[in-house]
């Protein structure tokens, strides 16, 4: 099976900068979809980012990249606001199944 396992979250001023990391484990492929999503209380889960192979790709505030050698995904969010403030989950998907990690919580507030 396969595990995702995010680290990274936290308490920081808007303005800040946080930089997830979520390590995934068992068999990855480069096909594999990988990606970003938040959801705040109240709201529906939305994307945030995905990136298909390695490299990095930038959307918006935010920089999604992706290291096939370590099977890691980040995702570099620089400056935060209070509205993204949510539980941050990685994601992989593989064909129509996807696998989803715990979740960590990002919180802006000064």
Do not use: H
């Not at 979520?22 to 938040?38: E, N």
């Not at 529906?44 to 999604?64: C, H, M, N, P, W």
């Not at 570099?76 to 199944?97: F, H, I, W």
Request: aromatic share 10%.
């Amino acid at each position: 099976q396969v595990q995702l396992v995010e680290s990274g979250g936290g308490l920081v001023q808007p303005g800040g900068s946080l930089r997830l990391s979520c390590a995934a484990s068992g068999s990855i492929f480069r096909s594999d979809v990988m990606g970003w999503y938040r959801q705040a209380p109240g709201k529906q889960r939305e994307l945030v980012a995905t990136i298909l192979s390695g490299g990095s790709s930038v959307k918006g505030r935010f920089t999604i990249s992706r290291d096939n050698a370590k099977n890691t995904v980040y995702l570099q969010m620089n400056s935060l606001k209070p509205e993204d403030t949510a539980v941050y989950y990685c994601s992989l998907r593989r064909g129509t199944y996807v696998y989803w990690g715990q979740g960590t919580q990002v919180t802006v507030s000064s």
